[in-house]
């Protein structure tokens, strides 16, 4: 198969099994929460979280399946081993030592100083964006206890805003210092100020057999066989209701929601 159609093919499996993903989280969690607005004195008894994981044993069955066959994919329709891209800021700190004169390190001292400035606004951000929430999470008047659904919605609309906004803060200035990278790095390569390293000679590489990558399939399958085996005499056994007590005793007693 060509390589172009190949990578096609991969990545659309791959968009589809993401969207997949996707899906089955939420069915989960809209389970959950239909579940817990189900109410009674033990709305995550074994009965009802038994007949809540029986409807999704088939979405979940397929998800795998799916998962499954990705890696089939992979390994049937493998892409062509292209070279990586070294990012600039790598190939920067490289050629340093190559970098001579005084328009060149000039070049190279006003990019740290804004990748400094950068990184420093993103700090200073990030941490004000910590203070805001832990003063708002360390204030007990905004959990009274009273209204969970109203709390969690209070939380998520003072808390998350700032999560985001330091997130993205963080994500420009690894941009923005990727940029800077990439314009230091051409005009430094198109002066008279760096020196080119002298050539060597291309080593053969050699490669694995190929019964390697079959004995690695092959291993990897029998560990997911072996997983789900296990995974299946754990839920005969009485293992997820288990869990599942301890993963609710841990959210409504040591976390402090209930």
Request: aromatic share 10%; with cysteine; proline share 3%.
């Given at each position: 198969m060509h390589a172009g159609s190949t990578k096609t093919i991969r990545i659309a499996y791959g968009v589809f099994l993401a969207l997949f993903t996707v899906l089955l989280g939420a069915l989960y969690l809209a389970f959950a929460v239909r579940i817990y607005a189900g109410g009674?004195?033990?709305p995550y008894s074994r009965e009802v979280v038994s007949a809540a994981l029986l409807?999704?044993?088939a979405p979940t069955v397929c998800y795998f399946v799916a998962a499954v066959g990705g890696f089939v994919?992979?390994?049937?329709?493998?892409?062509?081993?292209?070279?990586m891209r070294v990012p600039a800021d790598t190939v920067l700190?490289?050629?340093?030592?190559r970098v001579h004169g005084e328009e060149g390190r000039a070049r190279l001292l006003r990019y740290d100083r804004t990748r400094i400035a950068a990184w420093s606004a993103a700090a200073v951000f990030s941490a004000v964006a910590a203070v805001f929430c832990i003063v708002y999470l360390a204030t007990a008047?905004?959990?009274?206890a009273k209204n969970l659904a109203a709390e969690a919605v209070s939380l998520a609309v003072n808390v998350l805003p700032w999560v985001g906004a330091a997130l993205l803060v963080f994500c420009g200035a690894t941009a923005y210092e990727g940029f800077a990278a990439r314009r230091t790095l051409a005009s430094l390569l198109s002066s008279r100020?760096?020196?080119?390293?002298q050539r060597e000679e291309k080593r053969e590489e050699k490669s694995a057999p190929a019964w390697t990558r079959y004995a690695l399939f092959g291993t990897?399958?029998?560990i997911f066989v072996l997983g789900a085996v296990f995974l299946g005499v754990g839920i005969a056994n009485g293992g997820a209701h288990d869990v599942l007590a301890k993963a609710v005793a841990i959210c409504m007693e040591c976390i402090g929601l209930g």
């Amino acid at each position: 198969m060509h390589a172009g159609s190949t990578k096609t093919i991969r990545i659309a499996y791959g968009v589809f099994l993401a969207l997949f993903t996707v899906l089955l989280g939420a069915l989960y969690l809209a389970f959950a929460v239909r579940i817990y607005a189900g109410g009674g004195e033990s709305p995550y008894s074994r009965e009802v979280v038994s007949a809540a994981l029986l409807k999704l044993l088939a979405p979940t069955v397929c998800y795998f399946v799916a998962a499954v066959g990705g890696f089939v994919l992979s390994v049937l329709f493998p892409l062509p081993k292209e070279k990586m891209r070294v990012p600039a800021d790598t190939v920067l700190k490289k050629v340093r030592k190559r970098v001579h004169g005084e328009e060149g390190r000039a070049r190279l001292l006003r990019y740290d100083r804004t990748r400094i400035a950068a990184w420093s606004a993103a700090a200073v951000f990030s941490a004000v964006a910590a203070v805001f929430c832990i003063v708002y999470l360390a204030t007990a008047a905004h959990f009274p206890a009273k209204n969970l659904a109203a709390e969690a919605v209070s939380l998520a609309v003072n808390v998350l805003p700032w999560v985001g906004a330091a997130l993205l803060v963080f994500c420009g200035a690894t941009a923005y210092e990727g940029f800077a990278a990439r314009r230091t790095l051409a005009s430094l390569l198109s002066s008279r100020d760096f020196s080119a390293p002298q050539r060597e000679e291309k080593r053969e590489e050699k490669s694995a057999p190929a019964w390697t990558r079959y004995a690695l399939f092959g291993t990897r399958v029998a560990i997911f066989v072996l997983g789900a085996v296990f995974l299946g005499v754990g839920i005969a056994n009485g293992g997820a209701h288990d869990v599942l007590a301890k993963a609710v005793a841990i959210c409504m007693e040591c976390i402090g929601l209930g």
